[in-house]
């Protein structure tokens, strides 16, 4: 059989593996993704319950208490390598679990909006830890023939994740009464479903919450059972450790492997976030392709749609339950169009790929942005004159008001465009971080890399509200910007990974490391 070839990176080596241990280690390591997704989303379902419940009117202040789990994701990105190069891959997912377990149960039971937005910070530093460590220790262990395929394993759990909690979200609100069970609190901020009680006397949106603890607790415990990794193992000077653990993996040349790697890690020191220090405002130029493909990632707009669908689907006039269920269905969207990227990437190659999603991408964010610009607007005078469906409260004002056609145009366009993201930046970005930078610098400057991220996704999350409020148009508008700047990005400074050894990224990527000499 003739080895598949790329113009960038010649021949790929199909090694022989147990491919049944790798791909079983693999899948542990990625459920850090599962409850990315989860942790990230459940809040989309119950945003507006939170709001009621603490009587959260400012839009300003709405974005906040959803994105300040965001800010602890970039503290948990910026700290997750050096505790994976300090305590190891596998203590560092433990401990990911073991938090993720605590947000859940403190944001379920919450004294007062403070309290509530620090579990959310928890959670967050969960997040953060996951999404450095699972794409990390993915590549670390994953063949090169396979490690892409492997690796998207990661961002598979995560929209499994998202879907999952719309799933568990929508089975919640339609076990809840109908009816509310409370005196308003405030007649212009009425409260929703999910603040109807379910049982135990928990309100609806407090469940969405808990239900975080039954994958935390599994994580928690599979994690305990995979090998760490090599590359952290032979770092730490534990080579025949590190040979048992590839001996599980590869079926022959094990020694050679375990001498690549230390040649790769070869140095008077450990790695540390010293070595990603460069000429380009202070780090290497390869961490900077990284850090911007990380934060295109989120400029497209992506966790917009996640965090805020039912609100958009809700200024656009659908009701909660059909605000449910069309934020559903883009769940299943994002999974399906998943398994298109895990069957692509190693075949196609993470490059084209890319291309392919930024242009799709492109096309249609700026039919959504057509749409919802020129739709008619919710007017004052309208809410006077008895209003309408998604044009009735003072917070409806300036939202978009789609007829049928616009409202089915609104939802193919979504839909295509998720599938886009899904099937190529969704995991593709996430598996360059894991295996663009050399053994040396992969830790620190993934740390960078995913902190960079979350910070991005900050931004998008806390500026969104405040964005609707002015126009819907114009929000999906700037993010069609950024999905067109994001071609011309990769087109000039992504290079193929595809089926490139770890241990050569350094020579592929001419990087510079700290100490040593251009290569």
Not at 242 to 265: F, R
Not at 276 to 292: A, Q, S
Not at 364 to 375: D, E, K, S
């Amino acid at each position: 059989m003739v080895a598949p070839t790329t113009r960038e990176t010649g021949p790929v080596i199909v090694e022989k593996v147990h491919t049944g241990k790798v791909v079983g280690i693999s899948i542990i390591a990625a459920l850090g993704g599962f409850l990315f997704g989860y942790d990230s989303s459940v809040i989309n379902g119950a945003n507006k319950a939170v709001f009621y419940q603490f009587q959260i009117e400012n839009t300003s202040l709405q974005g906040f208490v959803v994105a300040i789990a965001l800010l602890g994701s970039a503290v948990g990105a910026f700290f997750g390598g050096r505790l994976a190069d300090k305590i190891g891959r596998k203590k560092v997912m433990v401990i990911a679990a073991i938090l993720f377990l605590i947000a859940g149960v403190g944001q379920a039971f919450p004294f007062s909006v403070g309290d509530f937005m620090l579990w959310r910070v928890v959670g967050g530093f969960a997040i953060g830890l996951a999404a450095v460590i699972s794409p990390m220790y993915i590549s670390e262990v994953a063949p090169a023939h396979l490690r892409g395929r492997l690796s998207s394993l990661f961002q598979l759990a995560i929209v499994v994740g998202i879907f999952a909690t719309q799933l568990v979200n929508q089975i919640i609100i339609a076990m809840v009464p109908d009816t509310v069970q409370e005196p308003l609190k405030n007649p212009q901020v009425p409260p929703v479903e999910a603040n109807n009680v379910l049982a135990l006397g928990l309100q609806a949106w407090q469940w969405m919450f808990l239900c975080m603890v039954v994958p935390a607790v599994i994580y928690w415990l599979l994690s305990l059972t995979i090998p760490e990794s090599p590359r952290y193992l032979v770092a730490e000077k534990k080579s025949d450790k590190a040979k048992e653990v590839l001996s599980t993996i590869y079926v022959e040349d094990v020694d050679g492997k375990i001498a690549a790697i230390e040649e790769s890690l070869k140095g008077d020191h450990k790695p540390s976030m010293k070595d990603i220090k460069g000429p380009r405002f202070g780090l290497l130029p390869l961490v900077w392709v990284g850090i911007i493909l990380a934060i295109f990632q989120q400029f497209v707009g992506i966790n917009a749609v996640f965090y805020y669908s039912n609100l958009i689907w809700s200024a656009v006039g659908f009701d909660e339950s059909k605000a449910f269920t069309t934020s559903t269905i883009i769940s299943a969207v994002n999974v399906i169009f998943t398994f298109v990227a895990i069957a692509l990437i190693d075949r196609v190659g993470r490059k084209l790929l890319l291309l392919v999603g930024s242009a799709g991408m492109f096309i249609t964010l700026a039919i959504l942005a057509i749409t919802f610009v020129t739709a008619p607007k919710c007017t004052q005078a309208l809410i006077d004159a008895g209003g309408t469906a998604g044009c009735d409260l003072p917070a409806d004002l300036n939202t978009p008001m789609l007829s049928a056609s616009g409202g089915w145009i609104a939802v193919i366009a979504l839909n295509t465009y998720v599938a886009f993201f899904a099937a190529t930046w969704g995991p593709i970005v996430w598996v360059l971080l894991g295996e663009m930078f050399p053994n040396k610098i992969r830790a620190a400057a993934l740390s960078i890399g995913v902190m960079a991220n979350w910070i991005a996704n900050f931004i998008v999350s806390e500026t969104f509200p405040t964005l609707v409020s002015i126009s819907l148009g114009l929000a999906y508008g700037i993010f069609t910007v950024c999905a067109l700047l994001s071609f011309f990005y990769v087109l000039k400074f992504v290079k193929e990974t595809k089926g490139v050894e770890l241990e050569d990224m350094e020579s592929l990527e001419g990087v510079e490391l700290a100490g040593e000499a251009t290569v």
